[in-house]
């Protein structure tokens, strides 16, 4: 059974962000293993503390490499993605053998898909930078991707509720990751 890794990128405990990978979970049912990836624990990335390999940094690579496919859920900071995303995506980026960028690293040719609930935009922008960087950086995007404008009622009760299309928007992400 394919392995999917979840990576949210809000911490927020009502995160509408971990609401969407919750449904996306429902959606894919029995047909993967979903797991989340847990980078609460990542040091921010310094030169200084790259070598030898953090003990958290090599935990992350090895579950990031074992993972058949990859699904980020995140919101929109600011017209870009969350510093704790670029973080995360900064350490997967490095070579684990210093200067060596001959080896791949975990996270080249890793297909990955996107989504993102935040304002009126849909973390359009968001979504956009974020590919361009998992491009630079030899993941494989896929091109389908769910946006959420949160609708106002719900930054009242911090509750997302989808409609249908965006439930079908998800499950074409879910097809494609799986198949
Ligand atoms: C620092 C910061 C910057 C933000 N910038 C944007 C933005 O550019 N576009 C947007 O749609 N929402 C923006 N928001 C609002 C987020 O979309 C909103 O807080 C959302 O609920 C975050 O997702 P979460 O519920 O998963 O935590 C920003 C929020 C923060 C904290």
Redesign the pocket.
């Known amino acids: 059974m394919k392995k999917i890794l979840f990576i ?5 405990t ?7 990978a919750n449904e996306a979970k429902v959606i894919i049912g029995n047909r993967a293993e979903v797991l989340e990836l847990d980078y609460s624990d990542l040091p921010l990335l310094n030169q200084d503390i790259e070598q030898p390999e953090p003990a958290p940094v090599a935990r992350i690579r090895k579950t990031i490499g074992e993972a058949d496919a990859i699904w980020i ?8 993605y ?1 510093g704790h995303l670029k973080n995360l995506l900064d350490w997967l980026s490095r070579p684990v053998i210093p200067l060596d960028y001959a080896t791949p690293t975990c996270i080249n040719g890793k297909r990955i898909a996107i989504s993102g ?7 359009a ?2 979504r956009a930078k974020l590919t361009e960087l998992l491009t630079f950086i030899k993941a494989e995007v896929l091109p389908e991707q769910t946006g959420i ?2 609708p106002a009622e719900a ?1 009242g009760t ?1 509750v ?1 509720i989808l409609t249908d299309e965006q439930k079908a928007e998800l499950k074409a992400q879910a097809d494609k990751l799986i198949g």
């Open positions: 949210i990128g809000s911490l927020r009502k995160s509408f962000n971990r609401q969407l859920f995140t919101p929109e900071y600011n017209f870009s969350p609930a935040g304002g009126k935009a849909a973390t922008n968001c404008a949160v930054w911090d997302l």
